[in-house]
């Protein structure tokens, strides 16, 4: 019964979304995802997941309460699910705990303080009445997301993913995967540790861990306060930009230096504290962190150098660096050039540039109508995810109101090596990179 409900909840949800995408009408299209939006906040999991997607970086979206909070499990449920994992009394680790602050899709973040006596032994010292941040996951809700992912594969291929012949399998496994990452939390707690120590940007904030107190279900950080992106968009102009800049050199130097990008810029996960000097940015949760093998990012940031002109230009060998099928783009090659100065347009002027006026979809439309789904069936499954990690970045740029110089912030970010290495870059030449369009 179970299964057929989650069957039912997740065709209503499609329904909805083919709604709002096809009607014409505002009325139709607001009540639509109102409809959707209480919907998915009803159910946790992957229809929540949806939910904030959607919501991109904007407070102001139909989506945002998706990002705020849904509602939380009462603190006398979560505590037996605490002292379970920590194989204690809670007053042993805790002086006091709240009721859930920040409700989520797979689990949720109640306010706690250390006990005085608490020792944290990765660091063999006491920690003195630490405020601390405690996320616990939702029973059961792996068996959920399990279930949904089972249905999910089941649906068959409809519309451009039939006609283009989209590897629907391989974008499965790639949400499957992530999903599966997000679940577990001590490897999150590993991915922060990771993050937090090889990341140098000024103004960041990564919140420190207590490892002791992690585990699979329950992940313990350091407290942060602050206010959201759409409060930190009424600060003055000065501290708007460093703020700006901190997000975009984050994203730089994790991209392609480190490798290793957060990956859900939805507005609950940043926390924006107006110190005089340098603004902070505090960076939370990361489950969902995208993982990108140096000769993809090397062959994303040679065709970016290409398009400044400090290499020769080759479009298709770096889109097939960066893992797109090569059978497929031969029929677009012709095109791929002229594609990819749309898809990084920002590159292009040394000036900031205002990413309201890049009109990228009408731009593609404009270049190779239907063809575009050629394209997108040829991209790499996983590729979609750092797709939402750039329209993120949009989106935050364009809730501080604030344009930057894209390639002046390139070169800030990322060291001389890591750019020269670029320019050396080559690609993997295969059988698949000369072959014949199949028939």
């Known amino acids: 019964m179970k299964t057929l409900k989650r069957a039912i ?57 998706l990002t705020r909070s849904a509602t939380a499990w009462p603190l006398n449920d979560v505590i037996p699910i605490l002292e379970e994992q920590w194989q204690q009394p809670l007053a042993q680790v805790l002086e006091c705990i709240d009721e859930s602050v920040a409700a989520a899709s797979l689990g949720q973040v109640h306010k706690g303080q250390l006990c005085t006596t608490h020792k944290d032994d990765a660091h063999d010292v006491e920690r003195k009445s630490d405020q601390v941040a405690i996320k616990v996951q939702y029973p059961d809700i792996s068996q959920a997301i399990a279930s949904e992912l089972s249905l999910a594969g089941m649906l068959p291929k409809a519309g451009p993913v039939k006609r283009w012949d989209f590897d629907l399998e391989s974008y499965q496994s790639t949400l ?10 001590r490897y999150e707690m590993q991915q922060q540790q990771y993050f937090r120590l090889h990341m140098h940007v000024p103004g960041l904030i990564v919140p420190r861990v207590y490892p002791v107190l992690c585990t699979g279900l ?11 992106l759409s409060e930190a968009a009424n600060w003055p102009e000065e501290q708007r930009q460093k703020l700006a800049e901190t997000v975009m050199q984050t994203l ?24 005089p ?9 990361y489950g969902c962190m ?14 970016i150098q290409g398009l400044r002109g400090k290499t020769p ?20 090659t012709e095109y791929l050039d002229d594609l990819a100065r749309i898809l990084f ?54 809730c501080l109101n604030m344009n930057l110089s894209w390639p002046q912030m390139l070169d800030r970010s990322v060291g001389d090596e890591c750019l020269n290495d670029s320019l050396q870059w080559q690609p993997e030449k295969t059988a698949d990179q000369t072959a014949p369009m199949a028939a």
Request: hydrophobic content about 45%.
């Open 313 to 332: 230009l080759n479009s298709f060998d770096a889109f097939v660096g960066l893992g797109f099928n090569a059978i497929k783009l031969q029929p677009i």
């Open 9 to 65: 909840y997740l065709l209503h949800s499609a329904w909805l979304l083919r709604k709002i995408r096809r009607s014409k009408q505002d009325e139709t299209r607001q009540a639509a995802q109102q409809r959707l939006t209480e919907l998915l906040a009803a159910k946790r999991g992957i229809g929540m997941k949806i939910g904030q997607a959607m919501a991109g970086m904007n407070d102001q979206s139909g989506y945002a309460q």
């Open 290 to 303: 995208v993982n990108i093998p140096l000769h993809r990012r090397m062959a994303l940031l040679h065709l």
């Open 252 to 275: 730089w130097q994790s991209l392609f230096e480190l490798g290793l990008v957060h990956g859900d810029p939805h507005p609950g996960n940043l926390l924006c504290q107006n110190h």
């Open 277 to 285: 000097q340098q603004p902070q940015l505090v960076l939370l949760d």
């Open 218 to 228: 329950v992940l313990v950080q350091q407290w942060a306060d602050g206010e959201r």
């Open 345 to 398: 347009e920002p590159f292009l002027q040394e000036t900031p540039f205002d990413t309201r006026n890049w009109q990228l979809s009408d731009q593609v439309a404009a270049l190779f109508g239907d063809k575009r789904w050629l394209f997108r069936s040829a991209a790499p499954a996983d590729l979609f995810l750092i797709v939402r990690i750039f329209q993120g970045l949009v989106s935050q740029l364009e």
């Open 176 to 185: 499957t995967s992530t999903l599966l990452d997000e679940l577990n939390y």
